[in-house]
């Protein structure tokens, strides 16, 4: 029993203490845990898992979360002593003191054998003096427990390659997040200079129409200037302050050709310059007036009006208009209702819609009815005016549309040639059919047409589709 004495935890408890504050010094502040695959902020020093902070910053803000500075997943420092570090503290802990003999607390004598039927640990005197063992079987000890060591070894080497797999999938994951957070920097610096240079476009485009508008601004200074100077001139002849009478009737024909020639000078056109901007992300509108002459007559009827088929990027629109209000792919669209009296009083509302095939989709509540007439939106002759125009979302969504306008017109394009090919068969057989008689009163012809029966019962070895065309050329060609 000294033996089990003399094991001490004298020094246990401080070596416990230190091996609880390196644990804390090598703890994950996102998830608390020991740290795995230990990474740096390179602002504040902190330590942190790289799943962890991977995670963070890929799923939150590009931020530090323990000091706020901004962060991204290439700038983190790799800490490569730390796992041998952690392997080290493990050793240490996990080193287990040297265990006392297990002694029989019956016999007070060391255990050395094992009851195979009571799965008993026993001495030698329970194997040879207890009747509670009489007639059972016995082996060492030492054997058993090598055995059962052995076979615990093995499932741990099953559990340790089941992690191993594990952590190799988990590498996998790990290498995706990575390839995922590089391919989002990629798109987001992309996308930045792909708005940089829509927005020198832009800018671009302005500088153009500027250009427009102060070459003209200029011409009009300019004409300004000469007709200001000519009035200034006459308005000092007309004066009799200025100028004696006697001078104005003798100049008064210059005076008055100055005059007319200042009237008829060839006047600046002013042009307008477009305020719209090219865009390279959203295409323009596109639509049809749709002009209702008689809506009162067809608003007392209830009338469900339809305005004239619009044509699109392969699709087809129409504007639909109804008095009452009746209960794929997303376009935009806008309607806007004239005022004939104040144009600035024009209705516009746009929308964004989900459309299928022949769906319906629009503002129930556009305008009242009752106050159409007051307002000046319906003319004296009593027609209402709407201009409806459509476009996609987006430039992406416009190609799609017309690549399915182009396949559909291709695929229609392929049935008509076959049907095509199909009625040149049906008009060609019967030509074949009054020329054969006459290629059998010749002997070449009649052995080629031996030769073309032989063939012709092969099925396998020639298509329909070859055939025909074929054996048509030939009897042509020797025909003529």
């Known amino acids: 029993m000294q033996a089990m004495s003399a094991w001490s935890p004298s020094v246990t408890p401080r070596r416990l203490a230190d091996g609880d504050e390196v644990d804390d010094i090598l703890r994950c502040f996102i998830c608390f845990d020991r740290v795995v695959d230990a990474h740096l902020c390179p602002s504040c020093s902190s330590m942190c898992c790289k799943t962890c902070i991977v995670r963070w910053l890929t799923e939150r803000r590009p931020q530090c979360p323990h000091c706020q500075a901004e962060l991204y997943a290439e700038n983190l420092v790799n800490c490569r002593f730390v796992q041998d570090l952690a392997k080290a503290m493990d050793r240490m802990q996990t080193r287990a003191p040297v265990l006392p003999r297990e002694m029989c607390p019956e016999h007070d004598v060391e255990l050395q054998y094992v009851c195979s039927d009571c799965q008993q640990c026993i001495c030698a005197d329970c194997s040879m003096l207890s009747s509670k063992h009489a007639g059972h079987t016995f082996e060492k000890l030492a054997v058993v427990h090598d055995r059962q060591a052995q076979r615990l070894k093995q499932e741990v080497a099953a559990v340790e390659e089941r992690i191993a797999q594990l952590k190799e999938q988990d590498a996998v994951i790990s290498a995706n997040i990575n390839a995922i957070v590089l391919g989002k920097n990629e798109a987001v610096t992309a996308l930045r200079a792909a708005m940089n240079q829509m927005h020198e476009n832009i800018l671009s485009q302005m500088r153009s129409k500027m250009l427009i508008l102060e070459a003209q601004r200029n011409d009009l200074a300019r004409e300004i200037s000469v007709l200001e100077s000519i009035v200034h001139e006459l308005s000092c002849h007309i004066d009799p302050n200025l100028c004696a009478r006697s001078e104005l009737i003798r100049r008064s024909i210059d005076l008055q050709s100055m005059a007319n020639s200042a009237r008829v000078r060839a006047r600046t056109k002013v042009q307008s310059v477009s305020d719209r901007f090219q865009s390279e992300i959203a295409p323009e509108f596109h639509g049809a007036v749709f002009c209702l002459s008689s809506f009162l007559e067809a608003h007392a009827n209830e009338e469900l009006i339809y305005s004239q088929p619009f044509s699109r ?94 396949d559909s017109l291709e695929a229609s394009q392929l049935r008509s040639q076959r049907a095509l090919r199909r009625l040149k068969l049906r008009l060609l057989l019967p030509v074949i059919e009054m020329r054969m008689p006459r290629m059998l009163g010749d002997p070449i012809l009649s052995a080629r047409r031996v030769t073309l029966n032989r063939t012709a019962k092969q099925p396998h070895r020639l298509r329909r589709g070859n055939l025909v065309p074929s054996n048509m050329g030939s009897v042509g060609q020797m025909h003529m």
């Open 313 to 406: 990027n392969g699709l087809t629109w129409r504007l639909k208009m109804s008095s009452e209000f009746s209960g794929a792919e997303q376009y935009e669209y806008q309607v806007q209702m004239v005022n004939h009296r104040d144009p600035e009083k024009t209705i516009t509302r746009r929308f964004c819609s989900k459309f299928e095939s022949g769906e319906s989709w629009g503002y129930n509540r556009f305008f009242r009815i009752d106050a159409l007439i007051r307002d000046g939106y319906i003319s004296e002759s009593g027609a209402l005016v709407l201009r409806f125009s459509v476009r996609p979302p987006s430039l992406l969504l416009a190609n799609a549309e017309l690549q399915r306008y182009a």
